[in-house]
């Protein structure tokens, strides 16, 4: 199966890879994903509970668009 880096990492990134990534403690981390989750409802879009996009995440924490 082909699909490159992103399809490693995975669509979605859970808050015990956010907690990591970000030097912060768990439940931090899931306020973290519960707030960009809430976002992403409000314009939309289908969330899943303890995950978010991980191209959002990237959006909103490192100003990458892609």
Not at 29 to 44: H, Q
């Amino acid at each position: 199966m082909e699909g490159g880096a992103d399809m490693e990492q995975g669509i979605f990134i859970n808050a015990q890879e956010v907690a990591e990534l970000l030097g912060i403690s768990k439940s931090k981390a899931y306020t973290i994903v519960r707030e960009l989750n809430e976002e992403l409802s409000a314009k939309g879009f289908i969330t899943v509970a303890g995950r978010v996009s991980r191209k959002f995440f990237e959006e909103k924490f490192y100003g990458v668009a892609g």
